[in-house]
């Protein structure tokens, strides 16, 4: 039996010299080496490719369903953003956009997209998408982009210091380690570390102060973590880019309002708006790194705000959103 390792030591072990685990290859790839073009991102051969059905009408399909069963928030912007983006000429890039989640998404059914022309300016053009299930809205989304333009204004902040994805590990590989180490855990945690492993989530994440973002001790609600789509997308568009960005920029953001509260547990979340500004080009199949923290919880609610970061330093986009959390105390359970 493995012995057992502190928090830190079963996070802090570096890749290279660790030994393989039980049913672990040790050829096996580093998760960092570049995926080869057959192995496409289903985000753009699935998730991200609507059905067109009329002028202005998508239908979207899902692919990763949360545990909570409603669909993931991020599914239901990329989707809405690729609808809107699909109205608007070639010369125009996506700034931002803005949406509420009025309505629980349905995993049961897919999801139309009904897009309405809202404005076209010289610079600006406006759109408005609203997603549809069961003839009612789950998501009011309004989506501007605008032709490429210079300005001798610009500045961005700078992004923090981190460890290279290259020397983090994967959640997946965490939740591993964290199985093999813990011999004493619980079989509810088990069970519930092993559905995360079973998750088809198409992210790939490297938490840099995996404690934190696990919840494994108080933290300040900061949290950074490498993130990118699983799978090649390639050069593509920047719209495309921006549209799997919109998806994975819902990841892991409104739990950031949790990390100071290790003594609640959340029994109700949800986002319930988002915003978005894309700020400059980037490869969302490349390793961004995610920098959220929140300013501020109260009423039941919480605000999150994130920012990505390209690997080079450039600040590839902001996110804010304000979501619903109730929480209750955690009980501590016999491990018996
Ligand atoms: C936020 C809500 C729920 C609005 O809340 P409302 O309270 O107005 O709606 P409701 O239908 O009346 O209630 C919803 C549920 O909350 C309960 N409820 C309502 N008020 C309550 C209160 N004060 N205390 C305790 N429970 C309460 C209701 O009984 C009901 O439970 P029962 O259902 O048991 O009857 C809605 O707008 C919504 O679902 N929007 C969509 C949110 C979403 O899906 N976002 C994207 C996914 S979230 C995501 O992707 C984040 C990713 C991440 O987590 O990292």
Known sequence: ???RKTEEE????????????????SSSQSSDAPYPQDLRSVLVTSVLNLEELDVDLYRGTHHWVPHTQRLFGGQIMGQALVAAAKSVSDNLYAHSLHCYFVRAGDPKVPVLYQVDRTRDGRSFTVRSVKAIQHGQPILICQASFQVLQTSPLQHQFTMPVVPQPEDLLTAEELIQRYLR?????????????????????????????????HRLAPAEPKR??????????????????????AYVSDFALLGTVLLPYS???AYFTASLDHAMWFHSTFRSDEWMLYECESPWAGSSRG????RL???????????????VLRVKPVTHTSKL
């Open 1 to 3: 039996m493995a012995g």
């Open 263 to 265: 003594e609640y547990k």
């Open 10 to 25: 079963v996070h802090s072990v570096s890749r290279s010299s660790d030994p393989p685990g039980p049913g672990e290859d």
């Open 303 to 306: 605000l999150a705000q994130g």
């Open 224 to 245: 950074l973590f490498w993130a990118r789509a699983r799978g090649y997308i390639g050069e593509g568009t920047m719209k495309l880019h921006c549209c799997v960005a």
């Open 181 to 213: 180490y813990k011999p004493d855990l619980t079989e509810n945690a088990r069970e519930g570390l092993n559905k995360l492993l079973a998750n088809e989530v198409p992210i790939e994440i490297k938490p840099v102060r995996p404690a934190h973002f």
């Open 309 to 323: 970061w390209r690997r080079d330093g450039v600040l590839a986009a902001t996110c804010s959103q304000e979501g």
